[in-house]
């Protein structure tokens, strides 16, 4: 293992509940394409920075199980949770996992559809970091939380994803750290959204299923080519 690496969890939901706020633009089959795609992407990203040690999956899913593997990443099974929507118990359980397996690292938790991510964005978000700390990377929407590090090799990851979790987590103690780290930001939940990471350029597999199923294009008209 890489001395002073950090080890990347990222969860990802069933594909059957993936990206519900598209749903008045993609019919369910293609969400379920492009939360693959941005999720490869953002896999591809955080794989390419040194300092990455390791990139773990969490989630339940058969197709995303395959998908991570084939992109060298490790899955981690998701536990048994009492709310289904939340992830951050999966998230825990990954993280600890992680440490049970490489002793006392630092942890990083990223969300799964950052298809605009740069390597370089998130290798500079790591240098920033202070060391002993908890940090997180507020999300484009000034509310959610896009990242969050322990750069401590003993306090817990503490996730606290879900609305509102940037005020939840800098309430918690985390610094929120303020680099310019536009793709970082970007999670995309909306097509606003994904515009606006098209605007920024998104990665090759998301780039190549965009392109396949025609966005934009309405959930009831034909698929139109844009490229």
């Known amino acids: 293992m890489r001395p002073h690496a950090v080890h990347a969890v990222i969860a990802v939901k069933s594909l059957d509940r993936a990206k519900s706020r598209l749903a008045d633009r993609l019919r369910p089959e293609h969400r379920a394409r492009l939360v693959l795609a941005m999720l490869a992407d953002?896999?591809?990203?955080?794989?390419?920075?040194?300092?990455?040690g390791s990139v773990t999956v969490v989630t339940p899913d058969p197709v995303v199980t395959e998908l991570a593997l084939a992109l060298g990443a490790q899955v981690h099974p998701e536990p048994p949770i009492a709310d289904p929507d939340s992830l951050n118990a999966a998230l825990a359980d990954a993280a600890n996992a992680l440490?049970?397996?490489?002793?006392?690292v630092d942890l990083l938790a990223l969300q799964a559809d950052l298809p605009a991510?740069?390597?370089g964005e998130l290798a500079e978000m790591l240098a920033t970091a202070p060391d002993g700390a908890r940090s997180l990377v507020v999300d484009h929407a000034g509310t959610g939380t896009a990242a969050l590090l322990v750069?401590?090799?003993?306090?817990a990851?503490?996730?606290?994803f879900g609305p509102d979790s940037a005020r939840r987590h800098i309430g918690a103690g985390a610094i929120d750290l303020t680099g310019d780290w536009p793709g970082l930001r970007l999670d995309v939940d909306t097509a606003?959204?994904?515009?606006?990471?098209i605007e920024?350029?998104?990665g090759d597999s998301t780039d190549a299923v965009l392109c396949d199923?025609?966005?934009?294009?309405?959930?009831?008209?034909?698929v139109r080519r844009v490229c």
């Open 42 to 52: 953002t896999v591809t990203a955080a794989a390419a920075v040194p300092r990455i």
């Open 99 to 104: 440490r049970h397996r490489h002793g006392p």
């Open 117 to 119: 991510l740069r390597a």
């Open 151 to 155: 750069r401590h090799p003993i306090a």
């Open 157 to 160: 990851l503490e996730p606290r």
């Open 192 to 197: 606003a959204d994904l515009d606006l990471a």
């Open 200 to 202: 920024l350029g998104t």
């Open 213 to 222: 199923i025609g966005w934009p294009s309405r959930v009831h008209e034909p």
